[in-house]
């Protein structure tokens, strides 16, 4: 079974206007972490937030915000005010501690998001 | 405060060549992950090395791959004889510690083409 799933096919949205990436995963570790990444065209990979399991509040860092629903193991990322510099590729990804392979990171497919002017 | 630098950017190698792809993790971090990605693809994980340890090589393929991060100087990932299906970009990334909450710092990557 997948570990992360990204399903959505590519993605548009107005720019100044909100939208949600999808991410659901698949643990059965109590503790884990969740974060997401922006791949722009140039090929980098650019952190943009991090959820813990245990976290009580979802995440929040400046247009970017995690909407984490841990009883349906899903972990979306909500962009406000979408800018044209956010088009990219996202990817979820997640860390699990009890596994054995506590430090790597395990990547979904990735969602394109295209932001129309 | 450099971030994780890899090189060569671009790499061009025929079958059957053996293929170098360097990685400088950022200053004080001693964690060090290998990563490949395939078009349209997400990341797959392929090793992670402590200095001169690996530490989990589970996403590497038994032959032809291996890696290295020695006391001194960058890591590297090589690759010996080549074949198409290792085209593919590499990344590199780097993190302090291995702590849950922590993120990785990731290289601009290593695009590698076999010919």
């Known amino acids: 079974a997948q570990k992360i799933t990204q399903t959505q096919p590519g993605m548009f949205v107005q720019e100044k206007e909100a939208v949600t990436l999808d991410c659901t995963y698949d643990?059965?570790?109590?503790?884990?972490?969740l974060f997401w990444y922006k791949q722009p065209s140039s090929g980098e990979m650019i952190f943009l937030i991090y959820?813990?399991?245990?976290?009580?509040q979802n995440a929040t860092e400046g247009r970017y915000s995690l909407n984490f629903q841990k009883a349906r193991k899903s972990a979306n990322l909500v962009i406000s005010a979408s800018q044209l510099g956010d088009s990219a590729m996202y990817f979820c990804?997640?860390?699990?501690?009890?596994?054995?392979?506590?430090?790597?990171?395990?990547f979904g497919k990735g969602i394109t998001l295209s932001v129309r002017p | 405060n450099a971030g994780v630098m890899q090189n060569p950017r671009h790499l061009v190698r025929r079958r059957g060549q053996e293929a170098r792809l360097r990685c400088s993790p950022m200053?004080?971090?001693?964690?060090v992950y290998w990563y490949r990605q395939l078009p349209e693809e997400g990341l797959k994980f392929m090793v992670y090395?402590?200095?001169?340890?690996?530490?989990?090589e589970s996403g590497m393929p038994k032959e032809r791959f291996s890696a290295e991060f020695p006391k001194e100087g960058p890591s590297i990932l090589r690759i010996q004889q080549v074949v198409r299906g290792d085209s593919a970009a590499y990344f590199c990334?780097?993190?302090?510690?291995?702590?849950?909450?922590?993120?990785?710092?990731f290289g601009s990557g290593t695009q590698l083409s076999v010919l």
């Open positions: 990334a780097s993190s302090p510690t291995g702590d849950l909450n922590e993120k990785l710092f």
């Open positions: 643990t059965s570790d109590p503790s884990y972490g």
């Open positions: 959820q813990g399991s245990y976290d009580q």
């Open positions: 990804a997640m860390r699990e501690v009890h596994t054995g392979a506590n430090s790597k990171l395990t």
């Open positions: 200053k004080g971090h001693s964690h």
């Open positions: 090395l402590q200095k001169e340890n690996i530490i989990d």
